[in-house]
């Protein structure tokens, strides 16, 4: 008697390597001949997902820029397992990484199906870095395609200082006080009434403060930054 059964079978691409796969099943009954049936299935390969290709740190003075950081998610919604890599060739760039920093400009990892990683980005060595606007990238790649995610800031200088009698050393409660870029002639102009006093510039260079308060001789002093 001639009977047909039907089987059903079901591949799992989830978390192979991208390519083409093959194998045999051998199906055996008795008193009949053994069947061997070729298998092949493809896995294609996978894509990172970026949560965002710009970690922009915006105006900052060191301070400022060294506190901050920002962090780039990147997701595997293929069913292929991918290797990643990132790198940057920027010194004032830091990663961190699973909550370590990375001693080096590079790092790799794996990302299993369905499941994302994250990188943190933070500013390092800025001290290295003149004022002024910065920018540079960090390059990931997940073995057949790569991304580029911009970082850029804008390093602002800070001179702070306190106003006092020199006679006296008694601090002066009124002043006002102007800052002058010798070199764009660019002006900053404050009034303290604590006299203590944060100037801000946005270059290096040369630079001239002046000092006014009430019953003083005014006092100009020219300094580099």
Do not use: C
């Amino acid at each position: 008697r001639r009977e047909n059964i039907v089987i059903q079978m079901n591949v799992d691409r989830t978390n192979l390597a991208a390519g083409e796969y093959e194998s045999k099943i051998i199906i055996k009954a008795e008193k009949a001949e053994a069947k061997r049936v070729s298998i092949k299935m493809s896995v294609p390969k996978s894509e990172l997902q970026l949560s965002t290709t710009m970690a922009d740190f915006g105006i900052g003075t060191a301070v400022d820029l060294e506190r901050s950081s920002q962090s780039i998610k990147f997701n595997n919604h293929g069913q292929a397992v991918v290797d990643w890599g990132l790198s940057s060739s920027a010194r004032w760039i830091g990663l961190r990484y699973q909550q370590k920093v990375v001693g080096r400009q590079s790092l790799t990892g794996t990302l299993l199906s369905s499941t994302s990683d994250e990188v943190e980005i933070f500013i390092q060595k800025i001290d290295e870095l003149p004022t002024g606007q910065h920018q540079s990238e960090i390059e990931i790649s997940d073995g057949s395609r790569s991304e580029t995610i911009q970082v850029r800031l804008s390093k602002v200088g800070e001179i702070n200082g306190t106003v006092i009698d020199l006679e006296t050393e008694r601090i002066l409660n009124s002043v006002q006080l102007q800052l002058r870029s010798i070199d764009s002639q660019q002006l900053v102009d404050l009034t303290s009434t604590v006299g203590q006093f944060q100037l801000p510039f946005s270059r290096d260079g040369r630079y001239q403060i002046s000092v006014q308060s009430e019953s003083y001789i005014p006092r100009t002093e020219t300094f580099i930054t």
